[in-house]
């Protein structure tokens, strides 16, 4: 199952659309606020519909979230194997990952940056009350990101 799983996932982290997406959200996330938010709100989702376009939106601001360390959680994601003991150790290795407190050699990363928090206030604005759209993206896009946007998530469920 774990292998079903991870290769699934591995796949969309490796597919040229991605790819493509990761390479395109660091260019528009590399102007300023202003100029990208500007972008988005030209992306209207036409006549208030959920469909596509709104979680294509949503995976390109994700995507946009954790391109910084893309490279350095898609070598920890390829290098972790299962080992239900270790569950919870790898849970919280990947949630330091991405705020930059990993204990692993190769993450040298830092907290959330401007733009990051940009972002997320961006999705949580976006998102609202829709996280159910959130399980119709890669499981992995969302292990990745959701940890450190948690705070979007409770303040919705409250």
């Not at 300023?32 to 294509?56: A, C, M």
């Not at 330091?96 to 692993?104: C, T």
Request: charged share 20%.
């Amino acid at each position: 199952m774990w292998n079903r799983w991870r290769s699934k996932n591995l796949s969309y982290l490796l597919d040229k659309r991605t790819v493509r997406l990761v390479s395109g959200a660091s260019l528009i996330f590399s102007a300023p606020k202003v100029q990208w938010v500007h972008l988005f709100e030209r992306l209207n989702i036409s006549g208030g519909t959920r469909g596509d376009d709104y979680r294509e939106k949503i995976e390109l601001l994700l995507l946009g979230f954790i391109a910084r360390r893309w490279s350095c959680l898609l070598e920890y994601f390829m290098s972790v194997s299962y080992d239900s003991i270790s569950t919870t150790k790898q849970y919280n290795e990947i949630c330091n990952l991405l705020i930059g407190r990993s204990q692993s050699p190769h993450s040298k990363e830092e907290a959330l940056d401007l733009k990051e928090n940009g972002i997320l206030e961006y999705l949580n604005v976006l998102v609202g009350s829709d996280l159910h759209q959130l399980w119709k993206l890669s499981p992995v896009l969302a292990a990745f990101a959701i940890p450190s946007w948690v705070t979007v998530v409770q303040t919705v469920s409250e």
